[in-house]
């Protein structure tokens, strides 16, 4: 039986949980719920756990939440990826423009962290047991009535829930179905990116390699255990997709053309058809996230650009802090009003940030007189508040 529940309130406000997609918010979220004794079941539409997603860069405040939900998962994380103690900014002929060192450690007590979401995804699901996970389950959509929630997948039995809870990412069913918004909203920056087996002679493994050409961009990045992530953008009013993967190997090269060899090696070097293309996107931002026996969480709830790095980080705040909303409320109403009220405003102001961010990447900074100093004075501000974020325990 759930101990919090049971400490503060005599009867649970729910028993049964299921969660719709099991990357890093839903297995993050189905952790939290199972610590609380809430029987829990994530449902994933991929057949099995595979190599997939890009490198990711994990921040002073999602290390916290997650250490939260999963006390002592940070080192593991640590060791399955790479603790980044500086980054280099380039231009495409490889001239180093600056090195900083990376601070998050001093300022906030966490590191930056980078790691393959496949390999956060497995260490994710390594603090579950494997049966509540089941894969191979496509959500449709779902009915729901003042009694229940019952969840539809493509060729296998509905199940029933106490609530759901949409981790489904960009793309999600379970908002489509309570708001019907359509497509994501396209930002005007193409992606190619993919995460090899690959030693980068050029750089240090401890290094975040920034590079930057006129009005596009690359990371590279050590993921850790041998493998390198590359991540590529090119500001792109319009998009369009390449026919088939050699046509997105050879477009990417093209799009580098005056890049140093060095750059393009990664790319090369990667096999075509592990190379992802698509557009960057996100949506604006909901005034509510849950209705009935229905919620959002991670990129489903608050979809965002990239260029923050806060995507997962943001997800691992809103999976403790629903959590904590079971554990301290007396309805399931009270506690999902408690949820938004904690996450809608926090998230909206870094998804306006990022989508700001996003289309900055593409003006000329690479000389330190065109950062105003007032600027930097309300970045710092800013990322202060974003990044000593922490949990807290309410009585
Ligand atoms: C290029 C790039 C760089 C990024 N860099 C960073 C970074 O540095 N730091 C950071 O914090 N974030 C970063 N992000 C964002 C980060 O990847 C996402 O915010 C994060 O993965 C969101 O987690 P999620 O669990 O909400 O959704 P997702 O990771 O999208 O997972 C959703 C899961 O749901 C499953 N699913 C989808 N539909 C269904 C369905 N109908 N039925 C069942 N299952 C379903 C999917 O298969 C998937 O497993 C980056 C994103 C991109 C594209």
Known sequence: ???????KFSKPILEKVAIVGAGPGGLATAIALQNQGIDVRV?????????AGTGLGLAPNGLNFLDAIAPGIVETLKSSGCEVNHTV??????????TSQTKYLDQYGQPL?????????QVLASRLPSDIIHLNHRCIGFDQDENGVKIHFDGQKSVDADLLIGADGVNSVIRETLFGEGKPNYIGSMCWRAVIKYHHELFN??????????KQFMYILNVGGGYTSWISRKFSPD??????????????LHELADWDESFRAVVKATPAEQIWEGPICDRPPLTHWSQGRVTLL???AHPMAPAMGQGANTTFEDAYELAQCFSHSATLEEALTTYEQSRIERTKIIQARSAMGEMRYYEDFTSPSQTPQRQMTLNEDFHKWV??????VAS
């Open 298 to 300: 991670g990129d489903a």
């Open 239 to 252: 998009y369009s997709l390449s026919q088939d993967a050699d046509g997105v190997k050879s477009r990417i």
């Open 43 to 51: 449902y994933e539409k991929a057949q099995e756990f595979r190599p």
């Open 113 to 121: 962290l980078t790691i393959w979401w496949y390999r956060l995804q």
């Open 205 to 214: 493994e401890y290094e975040l390699v920034f590079v930057k050409g006129n």
């Open 387 to 392: 990044y000593s974020y922490k949990p807290t």
């Open 1 to 7: 039986m759930n101990k919090n529940l049971t400490q």
């Open 89 to 98: 900014l380039k231009n495409i002929h490889k001239e180093t423009i600056r």
